[in-house]
C-alpha cells in the first residue's frame, strides 16, 4: 500500500477538496435540498398550525358541549344548517343545562373566512362575554363583529364596511379574538342570506356542572344528533388524529422524499462520470470499495445536513414574517417535525446516492485511469 494512504486522514482531505473544487454544484444541492425541508415544514405546519389554533378558538366560546346533527364534519365550514332553530330553545330547558346558543355557521366563498350567524344574547351568555376593543354589538341587521386579529390584517377599523358572504356589512365593534369565528353576524341575518329560516348548524351547551347528566338529556331530545364535549372536541383538532388530513400529509412528505431522492441522484450520478479518474487512482493508492462508498456518501450527508439547516432557517424566517404580515395565519413547527424533516432529507438523500456510490467503488482502477 501507498505511504501516501493514511485513512481516515485521506478520505476526510478528499471529501473537502471535491466540495471546494465543485462550489456551484454542492450549493444547488443544499439549496435542493433546502427546499424539500421547507415544502414539508410549511404544509405540515401550515395544516398543523391552522387546525389547532381553530380548536382553540372554539374552546375558547365557553361552552361545554357542541350538538351537531348525524354525520356532521368536526371542520365546520362542511356543516350545513339542518337542525330547527327550536332545539337550542328545548335545550335551553333541560335541568342540567344552564345556558345554550343556537349557531348558524357560514363560509365566506372568497376568503373561506368562517362567519357565525348568532343570537348575541344567548352567544355572550356562553362565558365571560365579548371583550370589547372598540364599537359596541351590533344592533341592526347589516352590522356585524370583527374580531382583532381579522381587523389588524385586513386594517378594519369600527364604522367601516366589509363584504361577507356576499352581503355588505357595516363594522360595529372589534372584540378579542378566541370565540369561534373571526366574525360574527345576526343569527337572523345569516338564515336569510342561505335561504335557511329558522334553522341553525349547531348549538353550543354550558352545563351546571354536571356535563355527562347534560348530555344525557339532550341525547333524550334526538338520540341521533352528535354532542361532542369541548375537551373530546378540541384533542380532535389534531393533524394527526383527522384522516382526512393524513393522505395529504403523506403525499407532500413522499414529494418531498422524491425530490431530495432525484437531487442527490442526479448530481452524484454526474460526480461520478467526473471522477472517474480520479476514484482510480484513489483506488491504485489503496483505498477500498467501502473507503470510496464511505467517502461518497459521507459528501452526501453533509450536504443534506447542511441543506436541512438552511431549510429550517428558512421555515423559521418565513413564519416569522407570516406572523407579522398576516397575524391570522397559524403555522405550527413542532421539534418532532423539525427532526423528521431531516429524517426524511437524509432517507431521500441516502436512497439516491447509494447505487451511484457503490458503482464508483466497482471500477476498475485500470480502465478508470485510462478514462478521459
Same mark, same amino acid.
Given at each position: 500500500m501507498d505511504d501516501s494512504y493514511d485513512g481516515p486522514f485521506s478520505l476526510l482531505r478528499m471529501f473537502w477538496g471535491n466540495l471546494a473544487a465543485r462550489p456551484l454544484r454542492c450549493a444547488l444541492s443544499i439549496l435542493a435540498i433546502a427546499i424539500q425541508v421547507v415544502?414539508?415544514?410549511?404544509?405540515?405546519? /401550515?395544516? *398543523?398550525?391552522?387546525?389547532?389554533?381553530?380548536?382553540?378558538? @372554539?374552546?375558547? @366560546?365557553?361552552?361545554?358541549? /357542541?350538538?351537531?346533527?348525524?354525520? *356532521? *364534519?368536526?371542520?365546520?365550514?362542511? *356543516?350545513?344548517?339542518?337542525?330547527?332553530e327550536s332545539l337550542g330553545e328545548e335545550i335551553a330547558k333541560l335541568p342540567d343545562v344552564d345556558e345554550s346558543a343556537p349557531t348558524l355557521i357560514l363560509s365566506d366563498p372568497k376568503s373561506l373566512i368562517i362567519v357565525y350567524g348568532i343570537d348575541y344574547k344567548r352567544f355572550n351568555a356562553l362565558s365571560q362575554g365579548f371583550i370589547f376593543r372598540d364599537g359596541r354589538p351590533f344592533q341592526a341587521p347589516d352590522e356585524a363583529l370583527a374580531d382583532d386579529i381579522i381587523a389588524q390584517t385586513r386594517h378594519i377599523k369600527v364604522g367601516d364596511t366589509v363584504t361577507l358572504v356576499n352581503r355588505s356589512f357595516t363594522i360595529s365593534g372589534i372584540v378579542a379574538h378566541g370565540k369561534g369565528a373571526r366574525f360574527f353576524i345576526p343569527l337572523k341575518t345569516g338564515q336569510d342570506i342561505i335561504g335557511a329560516e329558522n334553522h341553525i348548524s349547531m348549538v353550543f351547551v354550558r352545563s351546571k356542572g354536571d356535563t355527562e347528566a347534560a348530555r344525557a338529556e339532550i341525547l333524550k331530545l334526538d338520540p341521533q344528533n352528535r354532542i361532542r364535549s369541548m375537551s373530546e372536541y378540541v384533542s380532535l383538532m389534531n393533524s394527526s388524529n383527522l384522516p382526512e388530513l393524513k393522505p395529504f400529509i403523506k403525499t407532500m412528505v413522499g414529494l418531498g422524499i422524491v425530490i431530495s431522492f432525484l437531487v442527490v441522484l442526479m448530481n452524484m450520478h454526474t460526480m461520478i462520470l467526473e471522477r472517474t479518474r480520479e476514484i482510480g487512482i484513489l483506488k491504485a493508492l489503496g483505498f477500498s470499495r467501502l473507503d470510496i462508498v464511505k467517502m461518497l456518501l459521507g459528501e452526501t450527508a453533509f450536504l443534506t445536513i447542511a441543506g436541512s439547516i438552511l431549510g429550517i432557517s428558512v421555515t423559521f424566517l418565513t413564519q416569522g414574517i407570516l406572523k407579522e404580515t398576516n397575524p391570522g395565519l397559524s403555522i405550527l413547527i413542532t421539534p418532532g417535525w423539525v427532526a423528521g424533516s431531516i429524517g426524511l432529507a437524509l432517507i431521500g438523500a441516502a436512497l439516491g446516492a447509494t447505487v451511484p456510490a457503490l458503482r464508483a467503488s466497482s471500477v476498475d482502477p485500470v480502465e478508470a485511469l485510462a478514462y478521459e
Amino acid at each position: 500500500m501507498d505511504d501516501s494512504y493514511d485513512g481516515p486522514f485521506s478520505l476526510l482531505r478528499m471529501f473537502w477538496g471535491n466540495l471546494a473544487a465543485r462550489p456551484l454544484r454542492c450549493a444547488l444541492s443544499i439549496l435542493a435540498i433546502a427546499i424539500q425541508v421547507v415544502l414539508v415544514l410549511m404544509i405540515v405546519g /401550515l395544516t *398543523s398550525g391552522i387546525v389547532a389554533e381553530w380548536g382553540k378558538r @372554539v374552546e375558547g @366560546v365557553g361552552a361545554d358541549l /357542541l350538538v351537531q346533527p348525524p354525520n *356532521s *364534519s368536526i371542520f365546520f365550514a362542511f *356543516s350545513s344548517a339542518v337542525m330547527p332553530e327550536s332545539l337550542g330553545e328545548e335545550i335551553a330547558k333541560l335541568p342540567d343545562v344552564d345556558e345554550s346558543a343556537p349557531t348558524l355557521i357560514l363560509s365566506d366563498p372568497k376568503s373561506l373566512i368562517i362567519v357565525y350567524g348568532i343570537d348575541y344574547k344567548r352567544f355572550n351568555a356562553l362565558s365571560q362575554g365579548f371583550i370589547f376593543r372598540d364599537g359596541r354589538p351590533f344592533q341592526a341587521p347589516d352590522e356585524a363583529l370583527a374580531d382583532d386579529i381579522i381587523a389588524q390584517t385586513r386594517h378594519i377599523k369600527v364604522g367601516d364596511t366589509v363584504t361577507l358572504v356576499n352581503r355588505s356589512f357595516t363594522i360595529s365593534g372589534i372584540v378579542a379574538h378566541g370565540k369561534g369565528a373571526r366574525f360574527f353576524i345576526p343569527l337572523k341575518t345569516g338564515q336569510d342570506i342561505i335561504g335557511a329560516e329558522n334553522h341553525i348548524s349547531m348549538v353550543f351547551v354550558r352545563s351546571k356542572g354536571d356535563t355527562e347528566a347534560a348530555r344525557a338529556e339532550i341525547l333524550k331530545l334526538d338520540p341521533q344528533n352528535r354532542i361532542r364535549s369541548m375537551s373530546e372536541y378540541v384533542s380532535l383538532m389534531n393533524s394527526s388524529n383527522l384522516p382526512e388530513l393524513k393522505p395529504f400529509i403523506k403525499t407532500m412528505v413522499g414529494l418531498g422524499i422524491v425530490i431530495s431522492f432525484l437531487v442527490v441522484l442526479m448530481n452524484m450520478h454526474t460526480m461520478i462520470l467526473e471522477r472517474t479518474r480520479e476514484i482510480g487512482i484513489l483506488k491504485a493508492l489503496g483505498f477500498s470499495r467501502l473507503d470510496i462508498v464511505k467517502m461518497l456518501l459521507g459528501e452526501t450527508a453533509f450536504l443534506t445536513i447542511a441543506g436541512s439547516i438552511l431549510g429550517i432557517s428558512v421555515t423559521f424566517l418565513t413564519q416569522g414574517i407570516l406572523k407579522e404580515t398576516n397575524p391570522g395565519l397559524s403555522i405550527l413547527i413542532t421539534p418532532g417535525w423539525v427532526a423528521g424533516s431531516i429524517g426524511l432529507a437524509l432517507i431521500g438523500a441516502a436512497l439516491g446516492a447509494t447505487v451511484p456510490a457503490l458503482r464508483a467503488s466497482s471500477v476498475d482502477p485500470v480502465e478508470a485511469l485510462a478514462y478521459e
